[in-house]
């Protein structure tokens, strides 16, 4: 393992290297754009992750509604307890379900352990589809991946790292979001990536919509709970699922308000808005207009219209 770890870290210096607004530091690995830090569990992800057939997976570009999508997920897995047994109450759904390539960054251990397959697991990545390990792609496990709108992905990202990190202008963050210069690369491959592939193989692959999810949300849930295997019984069961991962309810949970999941990310900083449109109070015309044009030629072309 030494020498693999090894092997990894000088793979990495030879990648090409890129700093963002003067602090953020990415580098291009098969094609896409990766925090640097990221980089090292996301290789060990791909080669070595041994799936079961009965893991579920969560994938996300990021801010497009990861926190909920975890939140819920992990809740149909574990409606039978009661409101005692509730974990979401005393967890960060980031420290629940983890994600595979910034588990690392916690502040304390994890309680799951990502490669031990002595049991199914739920786990969430941010890495593009082609990336995947082959044992996911080949296996019976599932995949459930949540997209949103570009442009209210935009601003959810811009927020999240103005609160994290020096302001970075907002023009930037256009420019930089439009070339897929920002963590794990492209948005739109991305989310192109799992949308081609859920078409071909729709019982591997859900690929859910935010703004769906939030027009209709007891739909969508009870559509999610069955493609994981885990039916929900009731319209009461889907409401009080709803009622335990919205938003409002999370926010001004104890640990939400004051706890640290990640290093230097206060949980509360994942609760913001989380509206649909919140766009139209930030871009100009011609922002509007340049991720637009992008949506056109890399999303609508194939179908998928956000």
Do not use: Q
């Not at 885990?230 to 409002?248: F, H, R």
């Amino acid at each position: 393992m030494a020498n693999s770890n090894k092997k990894t870290c000088l793979d990495i210096e030879k990648l090409p290297k890129k700093r963002v607004w003067r602090f953020l530091d990415l580098v291009r690995w098969e094609g896409f754009w990766f925090p640097r830090s990221a980089v090292p569990s996301a290789m060990t992800f791909r080669h070595t992750f041994t799936a079961r057939n009965d893991d579920v997976l969560l994938a996300s570009s990021m801010k497009t509604g990861t926190t909920w999508l975890k939140s819920l997920a992990l809740s149909c897995n574990r409606r039978n307890g009661g409101d005692a047994d509730d974990p979401l109450a005393a967890e960060n759904p980031h420290f629940l379900v983890p994600t595979v390539e910034t588990a690392v960054h916690t502040k304390k251990s994890i309680k799951i352990d990502i490669y031990d397959a002595s049991s199914p697991r739920l786990i969430h990545t941010h890495i593009p589809y082609s990336l995947l390990p082959d044992s996911i792609k080949t296996s019976s496990s599932k995949i459930v991946y949540i997209a949103r709108n570009p442009k209210d992905t935009l601003i959810s990202w811009w927020h999240f790292f103005n609160s994290i990190m020096p302001s970075i202008p907002l023009a930037k963050a256009v420019d930089s979001f439009c070339a897929g210069v920002h963590d794990f690369g492209s948005f739109f491959d991305h989310v192109a990536e799992y949308w081609i592939e859920s078409r071909k193989r729709p019982e591997k692959i859900l690929f859910m919509k935010y703004e769906e999810l939030k027009n209709n949300p007891k739909v969508e849930i009870s559509k999610m709970a069955e493609f994981m295997g885990k039916p929900l019984g009731s319209e009461d069961e889907v409401e009080k699922i709803l009622w335990k991962c919205s938003l409002e309810r999370l926010r001004n949970l104890e640990v939400n308000k004051k706890g640290t999941t990640y290093v230097f990310v206060a949980n509360k900083t994942f609760f913001r808005k989380g509206e649909v449109g919140d766009w139209k109070n930030y871009l100009t015309p011609e922002m509007e207009e340049k991720i637009d044009r992008m949506s056109r030629e890399k999303l609508e072309a194939i179908g998928l219209f956000l």
